[in-house]
């Protein structure tokens, strides 16, 4: 028997009639949800999930670390290019921050931060106005017989001569960050900012421990400072170049290096791990550019 119109109580008919509006206009909805879409003027977000704010973020951050600078558009665009041609991997930002490391800009900017931290702000100029002075005074020494006095000036005159060239050493490597920093501390800027013995010997545990030394190693190492036999940091000595050659070879001074790079990139402390893998790898390489390489490339660092 067919059910007609007539046979149905109205208010059937209307439900019958609504549930039918319902799942016709359910399937059009579907269809629309499911439809690829791209309304003008709209970007889809990148497949990768990552941005190109990101990417902008990364490479002027690289920058502005390693050089002291913005990118230019075309180091910009290069280094974009780059990462997306490699899916953004860790052996591509390895690839650009060793293109970077190459470059003489990195060591240069290296050596201004190096010349803040420790020399307070004193430049090239100034280091080359001192030289020069140097040298005249020696002509001066030598042409009135003073050979003693010609024999002291050369000596603090070798001093500044290696600071000077201590940027292009390193960039050569034909010196380790050991004999780098070394020269930033055995020189007359320095000794002139951080007059006397103790000053000093504060300083060189501020500056390469990132802590005071105790009042044992501070007593120690004035000594040592002042010519008299002395231990600091399980080594002997009885000079000032010996105390010098001391605090720039123990394990600690890697250590401070390690957390400097921690502190200044990622904003925090290294782990006990961290700190030992990476004191002892720059122990035995003389080298920090393999762990900063590891720190730039980062997801931490990067943000992707």
Same mark, same amino acid.
């Given at each position: 028997?067919?059910?007609?119109?007539?046979?149905?109580?109205?208010?059937?008919?209307?439900?019958?009639?609504?549930?039918?509006?319902?799942?016709?206009?359910?399937?059009?909805?579907?269809?629309?949800?499911?439809?690829?879409?791209?309304?003008?003027?709209?970007?889809?977000?990148?497949?990768?999930?990552?941005?190109?704010?990101?990417?902008?973020?990364?490479?002027?951050? #690289?920058?502005?670390?390693?050089?002291?600078?913005?990118?230019?558009?075309?180091?910009?665009?290069?280094?974009? @290019?780059?990462? $997306?041609?490699?899916?953004?991997?860790?052996?591509?930002?390895?690839?650009?921050?060793?293109?970077?490391?190459?470059?003489?800009?990195?060591? $240069?900017? *290296?050596?201004?931060?190096?010349?803040?931290?420790?020399?307070?702000?004193? %430049?090239?100029?100034?280091?080359?106005?001192? *030289?020069?002075?140097?040298?005249?005074?020696?002509?001066?020494?030598?042409?009135?017989?003073?050979? @003693?006095?010609?024999?002291? #000036?050369?000596?603090?005159?070798?001093?500044?001569?290696?600071?000077?060239?201590?940027? @292009?050493? #390193?960039?050569?490597?034909?010196?380790?960050?050991?004999?780098? *920093?070394?020269?930033?501390?055995?020189?007359?800027?320095? %000794?002139?900012?951080?007059?006397?013995?103790?000053?000093?010997?504060?300083?060189?545990?501020?500056?390469?421990?990132?802590?005071?030394?105790?009042?044992?190693? $501070?007593?120690?190492?004035?000594?040592? @400072?002042?010519?008299?036999?002395?231990?600091?940091?399980?080594?002997?000595?009885?000079? $000032? %170049? %010996?105390?010098?050659?001391?605090?720039?070879?123990?394990?600690?001074?890697?250590?401070?290096?390690?957390?400097?790079?921690?502190?200044?990139?990622?904003?925090?402390?290294?782990?006990?791990?961290?700190?030992?893998?990476?004191?002892?790898?720059?122990?035995?390489?003389?080298?920090?550019?393999?762990?900063?390489?590891?720190?730039?490339?980062?997801?931490?660092?990067?943000?992707?």
């Amino acid at each position: 028997m067919t059910l007609k119109h007539k046979d149905l109580p109205g208010n059937k008919f209307w439900i019958i009639s609504s549930l039918l509006l319902f799942f016709i206009v359910s399937c059009k909805k579907d269809e629309i949800i499911h439809e690829n879409v791209l309304l003008e003027g709209n970007t889809p977000p990148p497949a990768t999930g990552i941005s190109d704010i990101q990417l902008n973020t990364y490479v002027n951050n #690289l920058y502005i670390d390693m050089f002291g600078r913005a990118p230019t558009e075309d180091e910009l665009s290069d280094a974009k @290019v780059v990462l $997306k041609e490699n899916l953004y991997s860790a052996d591509a930002r390895e690839q650009i921050i060793s293109g970077m490391m190459e470059s003489y800009e990195y060591y $240069k900017n *290296i050596s201004v931060l190096t010349s803040q931290k420790m020399l307070v702000d004193i %430049d090239s100029l100034t280091v080359q106005y001192e *030289i020069d002075l140097y040298v005249y005074l020696i002509e001066i020494a030598e042409l009135t017989g003073d050979s @003693v006095g010609a024999f002291y #000036l050369n000596y603090y005159l070798t001093k500044l001569l290696n600071l000077k060239n201590a940027p @292009v050493d #390193l960039y050569e490597g034909t010196i380790t960050i050991n004999e780098y *920093i070394r020269r930033y501390i055995d020189n007359t800027f320095y %000794d002139e900012v951080n007059m006397g013995s103790e000053n000093f010997v504060v300083s060189c545990f501020e500056n390469l421990f990132h802590r005071q030394p105790t009042d044992d190693e $501070k007593y120690y190492s004035i000594l040592m @400072v002042d010519e008299s036999s002395s231990e600091v940091l399980l080594q002997t000595g009885s000079t $000032k %170049d %010996d105390f010098i050659n001391i605090v720039t070879s123990a394990l600690e001074f890697y250590q401070g290096q390690v957390l400097e790079a921690f502190t200044t990139l990622l904003a925090r402390n290294p782990s006990s791990y961290e700190m030992n893998m990476y004191a002892l790898q720059m122990m035995e390489t003389g080298s920090f550019n393999t762990m900063k390489t590891e720190l730039f490339k980062s997801e931490e660092y990067a943000g992707f």
